[in-house]
């Protein structure tokens, strides 16, 4: 089985303070793992993602995320907020070689106060 | 959004009525899924297509059907709208399976009465 965890529904963070949303997974072999954005009304964003290799993974607009295989997790940080940061945030995982399609996290509420 | 459009992009219909919601890519990517997004759940796959006519369940597929007749379009029928399935639908769609990433649509927003 396969799933994955965002133990925070809302994160607050100020302008220009790093920001980090949390993601936690459960696979049974290897996993490869997934972040998206989603502003209001629109549809989701690719922002990076883990297949293999370097377990630092930069993204689009400045993210990047942080695999760690003996925490199972895989968190996004950005070094600076912007207001324009503010979104729902998805981290999803795959098991690697399995039949199963992407799971995905219930969602993080980013907010970034000026 | 990546050459995917939905359609509509609102509807507002009554319990027992059909719903058909339309998926479009201009991409040719093989793979079409359509996903439904709820408060505190994420987003749960309903169905998805692996090629023309080749389609599979996911995980909420109860009450919902799927058909590919064409590699751009990919249909979602909601034979007996329910309550329940008030939603945001999205389609997303990949080139590749395992490793590709899932581009996606605007969504539809469905309000079932």
């Known amino acids: 089985a396969q799933s994955v965890a965002q133990p925070e529904d809302q994160v607050n963070v100020a302008e220009g303070n790093p920001l980090t949303v949390k993601c936690t997974y459960s696979?049974?072999?290897?996993?490869?793992l997934f972040w998206y954005v989603q502003y209001p009304n629109r549809g989701l964003q690719f922002l990076l993602k883990?297949?293999?290799?370097?377990?630092l993974v930069k993204g689009s607009y400045g993210f990047e995320a942080e695999f760690n295989k003996s925490q199972t997790s895989f968190h996004l940080k950005k070094p600076s907020a912007l207001v324009s940061d503010s979104a729902l945030y998805f981290c999803?995982?795959?098991?690697?070689?399995?039949?199963?399609?992407?799971?995905f996290g219930s969602g993080t509420q980013l907010t970034v106060l000026p | 959004d990546a050459g995917i459009t939905q359609s509509p992009r609102h509807k507002v219909t009554e319990t027992g009525t059909p719903v058909t919601l339309r998926c479009h890519q201009t991409?040719?990517?093989?793979?079409m899924y359509w996903y439904r997004q709820d408060p505190g759940h994420g987003l749960r796959l309903i169905h998805y297509?692996?090629?023309?006519?080749?389609?599979d369940k996911g995980e909420v597929s109860d009450g919902y059907s799927v058909s590919r007749s064409k590699t751009e379009d990919f249909l979602l029928t909601l034979e007996s709208a329910t309550s329940s399935q008030t939603s945001v639908y999205f389609c997303?769609?990949?080139?590749?399976?395992?490793?590709?990433?899932?581009?996606f649509g605007p969504g539809t927003r469905l309000t079932v009465l």
């Open positions: 883990y297949i293999t290799g370097d377990n």
């Open positions: 991409e040719n990517h093989r793979y």
């Open positions: 999803a995982v795959r098991d690697a070689g399995s039949a199963r399609q992407l799971t």
């Open positions: 997303a769609i990949s080139e590749g399976w395992e490793t590709d990433t899932q581009y």
């Open positions: 696979v049974s072999g290897n996993p490869y």
């Open positions: 297509s692996y090629g023309v006519k080749d389609t």
